[in-house]
């Protein structure tokens, strides 16, 4: 425990996490001099690889990537290759690229239209559209007659970009790869902070780390149970 910000009463510093949430939730922070972005894992994954590290403390790194593939981001898309993570996992820092997972349909006898139903990580479909109007003002992109968004409840995201008669889809598609967010990095700074100063962890240490946070936490709390119990049994010793 420690005083609050008025010192008026204790607070905890530290909560008892029941599952590492700092890797299935994420985190992304700035302060002095450094910065931290965890993105968001499996809680399978991370669940399974807590569990190889109980059974075997020298667990190899390359044995905890086969656990534990790579992010796990809630908005989807495709992480292209697996050097970035490796890197990340192995040095706590490292670059992923992560492009939108796209369709092509055909919706006429020559003419084609381009659906994205996943987005990169915190990529915002109205910051797509503005981007792509600008690069047709611009004559940057050319080919795209209309733009829809016919995102609903039932199928979800879905952004329709709907081609002049003749255009190859697949032209237009890695022009949007280029400009526009459809294709995003993100990088990897494993960064938290252990006993009170911040540090670079590898994924192995991540999973230390919360393998002594929660055995600190069962004995704390079979300590406060034991003494709970030796108090009781004085008053009824005394009985």
Not at 109 to 123: A, G, H, M, N, S
Not at 156 to 163: A, P, S, T
Request: proline share 5%; with cysteine; glycine share 8%.
């Amino acid at each position: 425990l420690a005083r609050n910000y008025d010192d008026t009463r204790d607070e905890p510093t530290v909560l008892p996490a029941r599952f590492p949430n700092l890797l299935c939730n994420g985190s992304q922070g700035i302060a002095v001099g450094m910065a931290t972005s965890i993105p968001p894992h499996n809680l399978c994954e991370v669940a399974d690889a807590t569990i190889a590290l109980l059974a075997n403390p020298d667990i190899e790194l390359i044995d905890l990537f086969n656990i534990v593939k790579g992010p796990d981001f809630p908005t989807g898309g495709i992480i292209m290759g697996r050097s970035g993570i490796g890197r990340a996992y192995t040095t706590g820092r490292g670059q992923v690229v992560v492009r939108a997972r796209v369709a092509i349909e055909q919706t006429g006898k020559d003419r084609e239209q381009i659906v994205v139903t996943e987005l990169p990580y915190q990529v915002n479909p109205n910051t797509v559209f503005e981007k792509v109007k600008d690069l047709l003002n611009d004559k940057i992109i050319d080919g795209i007659t209309d733009i829809n968004d016919e995102t609903d409840r039932t199928e979800g995201l879905r952004l329709v970009f709907q081609l002049r008669k003749g255009v190859q889809a697949d032209l237009v598609l890695n022009q949007l790869y280029r400009h526009t967010p459809l294709q995003s990095s993100f990088s990897m700074i494993l960064l938290a902070l252990s006993k009170g100063r911040p540090k670079t962890f590898n994924i192995k240490g991540m999973l230390e780390e919360f393998r002594d946070h929660r055995v600190d936490v069962i004995q704390r709390r079979t300590r406060f149970l034991k003494r709970k119990a030796e108090d009781r049994l004085h008053i009824v010793v005394g009985l």
